[in-house]
């Protein structure tokens, strides 16, 4: 419903990284729905989905715009440091990372990769000064990233249709297909592409310094599974961290959904403008949510007693005071014309209607 209106309103162009293959093409419903419809159906010409999996969007009959593809090449340190709780890499192991991509350059990951005996890792064990049985065990543990069949040979041009989507006001959906329940492939992958279009956008912002006409449009940058990028131990070396304490000074912003944000780093959270939240249950939760609002202990009382589907307490800087809301119903016929969408039947009708006005019956 947020992304909806952002469409509708075109407030911002949005890049979502859907991790359930949610928001583009289609999604599920617990009501009577099933399936409701998602931002391509809705605003076809608006909105471009993206996916690393090409034959699972395939199987589920969704025509995609982009197929993603990222080079071994093109991987930086920073991309895997990321990864460090999911591949359960050392802090020596990190750090070796860092000095392979020193000394070997672009290549270092499909080099060392391509390395699998142990004495062709000898000379790089030497090199490092790191003990053998470091260097095999994250020779191991990146190896887990040969099943990602979106990492590919040579450079892929992804990003740069990505960045043609965005900077052309193009919302972006990019699915995960199979890859949708594996955590490592989701903090690779926009990790990867959030880096770089940060990069763009800071240079963009910089270059129109006393032009705004060239500045870059305003960008969402929506985000599930949050602590997993900002929790306190790994907030301050990432990406999203930095787009965090930023506060929109590069035209980019976060839209982040968690269900435990006591997860997520105290300085990220004191960041947040604006805050929907359900129902929660956990002090940790509700204490780190409502961390620094005007009213907090009635707000705990408000924030424990909700609906636990129908209603949200939103408050923050879009709003004068908190307020409860009842989240309106979303995949029916009439809650998509509510929202002022018509259905395809009714866009039909429409333009008949119309050309019948114009040269008649």
Same mark, same amino acid.
């Given at each position: ?5 952002l469409?509708?309103k075109?407030?911002a162009?949005?890049?979502v990284?859907?991790?359930?293959n949610e928001y583009?093409w289609?999604g599920t419903s617990?009501?009577?729905a099933?399936k ?7 605003f076809s010409?608006k909105?471009a989905?993206?996916?690393v ?10 025509n995609v715009d982009?197929?993603?593809r990222?080079g071994?090449?093109?991987i930086?340190?920073?991309d895997i440091?990321?990864l460090?709780e ?8 990190v ?5 392979m991509?020193r000394?070997?350059g672009?290549?270092w ?10 004495g ?9 000064g ?8 994250l ?5 887990r990233?040969?099943d990602?069949?979106?990492l590919?040979e040579?450079?892929s041009d992804a990003?740069?249709?990505?960045l043609?989507?965005?900077e052309g006001g193009?919302?972006?959906v ?5 890859y ?12 990867f ?7 763009r956008?800071?240079?963009r912002?910089?270059?129109? %310094?006393?032009?705004?006409a060239q500045e870059?449009p305003?960008?969402?940058i929506t985000?599930?599974?949050a602590?997993?990028?900002?929790s306190?131990?790994?907030a ?7 787009i ?6 590069y035209?980019a ?7 435990r944000?006591?997860?997520?780093d105290?300085?990220v959270l004191?960041?947040?403008?604006t805050?929907l939240?359900?129902? %929660?249950d956990d002090?940790a939760?509700?204490?780190a ?10 707000l705990k009382t408000? %924030?424990?007693n909700?609906?636990a589907?129908?209603?949200v307490?939103?408050f923050g800087?879009a ?13 029916s016929?009439?809650s998509y014309r509510?929202?002022?969408?018509e259905?395809e039947e ?5 333009v008949?209607?119309d ?7």
């Amino acid at each position: 419903l947020l992304l909806i209106g952002l469409l509708q309103k075109g407030g911002a162009v949005n890049l979502v990284f859907d991790m359930h293959n949610e928001y583009g093409w289609e999604g599920t419903s617990e009501g009577p729905a099933g399936k409701v419809k998602g931002l391509k159906q809705l605003f076809s010409s608006k909105v471009a989905v993206f996916t690393v999996d090409q034959e699972s969007a395939v199987r589920r009959g969704v025509n995609v715009d982009e197929v993603v593809r990222i080079g071994w090449d093109e991987i930086e340190p920073q991309d895997i440091e990321l990864l460090q709780e999911t591949l359960n890499l050392t802090e020596a192991g990190v750090g070796a990372v860092y000095a392979m991509a020193r000394q070997r350059g672009r290549r270092w990951l499909s080099d060392f990769l391509a390395a699998e005996a142990p004495g062709e890792r000898a000379d790089l064990t030497t090199a490092l000064g790191e003990h053998e049985a470091t260097i095999a065990a994250l020779h191991r543990r990146l190896g887990r990233l040969r099943d990602f069949h979106f990492l590919t040979e040579g450079r892929s041009d992804a990003l740069q249709r990505l960045l043609n989507a965005l900077e052309g006001g193009r919302h972006v959906v990019l699915e995960f297909g199979r890859y949708s329940n594996n955590l490592t492939a989701y903090l690779l992958v926009a990790n990867f592409l959030t880096r770089r279009v940060h990069q763009r956008w800071v240079r963009r912002t910089e270059e129109a %310094l006393g032009d705004r006409a060239q500045e870059p449009p305003q960008l969402v940058i929506t985000l599930e599974e949050a602590h997993r990028f900002l929790s306190p131990a790994i907030a301050p070396r990432t990406i999203f961290g930095t787009i965090a304490r930023e506060m929109r000074k590069y035209h980019a912003t976060l839209l982040i959904i968690d269900q435990r944000p006591s997860g997520i780093d105290d300085e990220v959270l004191s960041q947040l403008g604006t805050k929907l939240c359900y129902r %929660l249950d956990d002090d940790a939760d509700i204490d780190a949510v409502l961390a620094g609002a005007a009213g907090r202990s009635d707000l705990k009382t408000v %924030l424990a007693n909700l609906d636990a589907k129908q209603q949200v307490l939103a408050f923050g800087d879009a709003l004068p005071m908190p307020v409860v809301v009842r989240v309106r119903e979303y995949g029916s016929p009439q809650s998509y014309r509510e929202l002022g969408i018509e259905s395809e039947e009714e866009h039909k009708a429409r333009v008949q209607r119309d050309m019948e006005r114009m040269f008649g019956a």
